[in-house]
T-cell receptor
């Protein structure tokens, strides 16, 4: 596989469930990101990891918990979500904190019921 | 403010027509990127512009960065159905890129 791979592509979960989103990059990049894309809103940066260390956390609710075990993998753990958390969650990677731009995955379409 | 305004919000044109979409801010960009996002996929980087007045061409796409580095435009010549998608601009500030809300383009055969 090449590029940035996200799984699952679609997820429906209840408000009391716990689930995880997975992202894997095969580009040798050293930074990874989680973005949230909601209808009629700009992409919202949630978390930034550089060299497996979290460098940015943009006031994201604690019901979203990121994990970066190595430079190729990024997870987003979800628990007790709200319906307004329904959105497309995009993972991206870059070399050196986005000097040259991002490579995005195809996203996970999350629906909270 | 990091707000990026993109216009128009929606655009529907016939195949073969030309179009221009815009990205504007009240503050200066250090650099700006354009992405295209097709339905069901993540955004794909098209171009990065850095220098005021810079013009870059990518086949039928022409990207321009304003002289004052506060605005940018994307012009598509002879649009094709494969150009359909959401066009996003993004400005770099610190370690982050801030995105606009995008222009949703539909090219009708």
């Amino acid at each position: 596989e090449t590029g940035v791979t996200q799984t699952p592509r679609h997820l429906v979960m209840g408000m009391t469930n716990k689930k995880s989103l997975k992202c894997e990059q095969h580009l040798g990049h050293n930074a990874m990101y989680w973005y949230k894309q909601s209808a009629k809103k700009p992409l919202e940066l949630m978390f930034v990891y550089s060299l497996e260390e979290r460098v940015e956390n943009n006031s994201v609710p604690s019901r979203f918990s990121p994990e970066c075990p190595n430079s190729s993998h990024l997870f987003l753990h979800l628990h007790t979500l709200q319906p307004e958390d329904s959105a497309l969650y995009l993972c991206a990677s870059s070399q050196d904190l986005a000097v040259y731009g991002y490579t995005f995955g195809s996203g996970t379409r999350l629906t909270v019921v | 403010t990091q707000l990026l305004e993109q216009s128009p919000q929606f655009l529907s044109i016939q195949e073969g027509e030309n179009l221009t979409v815009y990205c504007n801010s009240s503050s200066v960009f250090s650099s700006l990127q354009w992405y295209r996002q097709e339905p069901g996929e993540g955004p794909v980087l098209l171009v990065t512009v850095v220098t005021g007045g810079e013009v870059k061409k990518l086949k039928r796409l022409t990207f321009q960065f304003g002289d004052a580095r506060k605005d940018s435009s994307l012009h598509i010549t002879a649009a094709q159905t494969g150009d359909t998608g959401l066009y996003l601009c993004a400005r770099k500030t610190g370690n982050q890129f801030y995105f606009g809300t995008g222009t949703s383009l539909t090219v009708i055969p």
